[in-house]
């Protein structure tokens, strides 16, 4: 979900943020999209003021339910992912509001963050990765090499697509930047969309907590990665909208994702299916089988 959540939502492009960051565009404020001029001090539009509230708000609500309804113990990582929102947040609101979203600190705070962002998102995944295919601690047999060659199709389609991307840029690091952004979209579509369909093949419940956070990150993720190409296809420049059209996308993408998410971790995991009789009983004997072969082993040895 990189860049769907980056509160306030910011007025600048990446290109702008990380020429502000190195001291390359002078400090005055900059038009926004050529054209809006800043209405407040923070520099946001009413528009995005209004996503922000509601990004904010959302992933609020959502910090509340994982802590109220018990939900951290299970999925701490996506616990610890959520609060370093609302805490992010607040940080990038403090530094608007102090120097502008076009100042330098909100720029380099900007950037630090996003790479921490994408770190704990991949905790994210490996937690929910061991809840869907080894909930007792033991991998499925017959999920484990499939899981290995999601990751490693995952990470060479990720390459081999931010390679064959070649955005109209003007400079070296908006080449990078938007290269690194569709790598990670790409990769992390891959990775959680890999994970749902998986599961699914081989008979893994996908009605629990877990499945559901694997879900939400899917969608966001896919999206993402579409909206990552088109701005790869339409690149950075003066009067180049397609950023903040496609940031607009995202952000309400992303409110979508937190309401569904606040829906169903309010809600109780569906109850597991209970073993038919017939089967129970196969069980049984197979166990009892087991014990009296192990008695004879036992004998055995002893003799």
Excluded at 15 to 22: G, M, P, Q, V, Y
Excluded at 95 to 115: C, E, Q
Excluded at 132 to 161: E, H, M, N, Y
Excluded at 178 to 194: A, D, H
Aim: charged share 15%; net charge positive; glycine share 6%.
């Amino acid at each position: 979900m990189r860049d769907i959540l980056f509160a306030p939502p910011a007025a600048l492009s990446p290109t702008e943020l990380t020429a502000i960051a190195a001291g390359i565009y002078d400090l005055q404020p900059l038009a926004f999209f050529g054209h809006l001029r800043l209405q407040h001090s923070m520099g946001l539009s009413g528009v995005r003021q209004f996503l922000w509230a509601a990004s904010f708000s959302s992933t609020s609500v959502l910090l509340a339910v994982l802590l109220l309804r018990r939900r951290a113990a299970s999925l701490s990582a996506f616990t610890f992912l959520i609060a370093f929102y609302v805490a992010k947040t607040l940080v990038l609101f403090s530094l608007a509001v102090h120097f502008s979203i076009r100042s330098r600190p909100y720029a380099l705070t900007y950037w630090s963050l996003s790479y921490v962002d994408d770190a704990i998102q991949f905790a994210v995944f490996y937690e929910l990765v061991k809840q869907v295919f080894c909930p007792t601690g033991v991998w499925a047999r017959d999920a484990r090499r499939a899981f290995q060659w999601l990751v490693a199709a995952s990470i060479l389609l990720a390459l081999g697509l931010a390679m064959l991307a070649s955005p109209p840029t003007a400079r070296w690091y908006e080449t990078y930047l938007l290269r690194s952004n569709f790598f990670v979209s790409v990769l992390e579509s891959g990775l959680f969309v890999g994970i749902m369909v998986l599961s699914s093949t081989v008979g893994l419940p996908w009605k629990t907590h877990a499945a559901r956070v694997a879900q939400g990150f899917g969608a966001c993720a896919l999206t993402s990665m579409v909206l990552e190409g088109t701005r790869n296809y339409f690149g950075l420049g003066p009067g180049q909208r397609a950023y903040g059209v496609v940031a607009y996308i995202e952000t309400v993408i992303y409110i979508g994702c937190m309401g569904f998410w606040i829906v169903s971790l309010w809600q109780e995991a569906p109850a597991p299916r209970e073993l038919p009789d017939a089967m129970l009983m196969q069980i049984y004997t197979l166990q009892r089988r087991v014990e009296n072969d192990l008695v004879r082993i036992r004998n055995w040895r002893r003799s």
